[in-house]
């Protein structure tokens, strides 16, 4: 089985449903793609700072020469890290992103975060992370405006068909909008029942983007960090509210998180190792919630977020 598409702004389609590459180990990740690519994933969500794009193309690439999928089957996406948003450094680094993918063009091209900090070559450390040295967090000098003039320049030489931002709040979209010749394909954002972002959701949409939601399990991933707030907050997996509508249903709890977001048309991006799960994950647009059970879910926001500069003790206050 394969997801449902949702129609971009600029026509190119895009899966509902797909599998996110964040903290999917090196060793395990070239075989993970592949046997997501078998059990009907078509869209992969990468990035510089996962550290796994190499391994990732070479999953593709086996599931490509084994006839499995072709390339335009696939919608493939990665995006630019922050110590590359300069205008010279934007082209240069997507093509090196492109290399280790081992493909031509990507499907989506991504700003990851709205923050520009100090060139690092990629020769001296790949992926840089959020220091300059290893140790000292150092801004750089772009603006979002000099970063998306660049990012549209991909598109114009055919190494993006769409380009889109994440971590963006509703303020930077607004301005964003007032000089952009192509307006973001779509917008990523952390969005569960601790964190909705109804108001954000929907203005997103409502300017033509479509909203892609990640950590849709709320703590879980962040637990796996050892973060703090996550291990206080309770597991949306155990709560009685999920749960309930997940017997219901005859579901599991992931596949109700899932169908809260994809029933709205916001797209998903969750992983997972076990092949049981990765199948049960895919399948969350053939079941229907009511809309009091969407209200409800939404109704457990507690504005909580995890993926925040702040809580990786990185001093870049994006959401105060």
Not at 90 to 108: A, M, R, S, T
Request: glycine share 6%.
């Amino acid at each position: 089985m394969t997801a449902p598409m949702i129609k971009l702004n600029n026509s190119h389609q895009m899966p509902l449903v797909g599998f996110g590459l964040w903290k999917v180990n090196n060793d395990t990740c070239a075989d993970t793609v592949y046997n997501a690519i078998k059990s009907g994933y078509r869209l992969f969500d990468g990035a510089c700072d996962y550290g796994n794009e190499v391994e990732s193309g070479q999953g593709v690439a086996r599931a490509i020469k084994e006839g499995i999928v072709k390339r335009e089957d696939l919608f493939l996406v990665s995006k630019l890290w922050n110590s590359f948003h300069d205008k010279e450094h934007v082209e240069p680094i997507c093509k090196k992103q492109l290399n280790d993918w081992g493909i031509d063009y990507f499907d989506l091209y991504i700003v990851h975060f709205p923050i520009s900090l100090k060139y690092v070559d990629p020769s001296e450390r790949y992926p840089p992370g959020f220091t300059y040295d290893g140790k000292n967090v150092v801004p750089g000098n772009a603006t979002i405006q000099e970063t998306w003039t660049a990012m549209e320049g991909l598109v114009e030489k055919g190494l993006a068909k769409s380009v889109g931002i994440s971590n963006f709040n509703g303020q930077l979209i607004m301005d964003l909008l007032r000089y952009a010749k192509i307006v973001p394909a779509t917008l990523q954002i952390e969005h569960h029942p601790y964190l909705t972002q109804l108001g954000l959701v929907e203005f997103a949409q409502s300017q033509g983007m479509a909203v892609t939601a990640y950590s849709s399990f709320g703590p879980q991933s962040f637990r796996e960090l050892d973060m703090q707030r996550a291990k206080d907050t309770p597991l949306l997996f155990d709560h009685s509210t999920i749960k309930a509508i997940s017997e219901k249903h005859k579901k599991t709890p992931a596949q109700v998180l899932l169908r809260w977001a994809t029933q709205r048309n916001v797209a998903v991006i969750p992983k997972s190792n076990n092949q049981s799960r990765l199948a049960q994950n895919l399948d969350v647009t053939n079941f229907d919630l009511s809309q009091g059970e969407i209200d409800e879910i939404s109704g457990l926001n507690k504005s909580l977020r995890f993926n925040d500069p702040l809580n990786y003790g990185v001093p870049q206050p994006i959401y105060v």
